[in-house]
Structure formats: structure tokens, C-alpha cells
């Protein structure tokens, strides 16, 4: 419902000196997610979606500015 893939998804991380990105798939396109302060974990955003990875209490996509905040929670499963 939040467009993200039925199935498992890759998401890319760049990391360049103080630039944080996350690239998602969303709606079968490419969004850019920069990364925003967070108490805790990593937090990226992009227009009204919040990505939030908080190691291992999990990962969670929330679109804010929304009733309810609705989310889909995700879990990591790393390439063998």
C-alpha cells in the first residue's frame, strides 16, 4: 500500500563524508532518501516518506502527514 515491493528489495546506501543517502524502490521507480537527525538509528526522508533503520529493532517505512501514520515494517536479508 505504501508502494514499496510485494517481495524482497534491495536498498542502496551512499555514504560520502557528511552526506547520507538511502535509494529505495517505491511506486517501481528509484526514490533518493536524505538522511535527517534521529535519536536513534538512521533516519532518511524523502517528500512525505520517513525510512527509518534502527539496527536491530528493524527497519520501517512511515508516510507522514498522513492519519494514522501509516508504516510497513521491514527486516534486512543480507545477500549469501
Not at 9 to 18: H, K
Not at 32 to 47: K, L, P, Q, T
Request: aromatic residues 10%; contains cysteine; neutral net charge.
Amino acid at each position: 500500500a505504501l508502494g514499496l515491493p510485494a517481495g524482497p528489495f534491495t536498498v542502496e546506501y551512499l555514504n560520502a563524508g557528511e552526506n547520507h543517502l538511502a535509494v529505495l524502490p517505491l511506486h517501481g521507480k528509484s526514490m533518493v532518501f536524505a538522511n535527517v537527525i534521529s535519536g536513534s538509528g538512521a533516519r532518511y526522508a524523502a517528500g512525505r516518506y520517513i525510512w527509518w533503520d534502527a539496527g536491530d529493532r528493524g527497519v520501517t517505512l512511515y508516510v507522514e502527514g498522513v492519519d494514522g501514520h501509516p508504516k510497513a515494517d521491514c527486516h534486512l536479508v543480507k545477500k549469501p
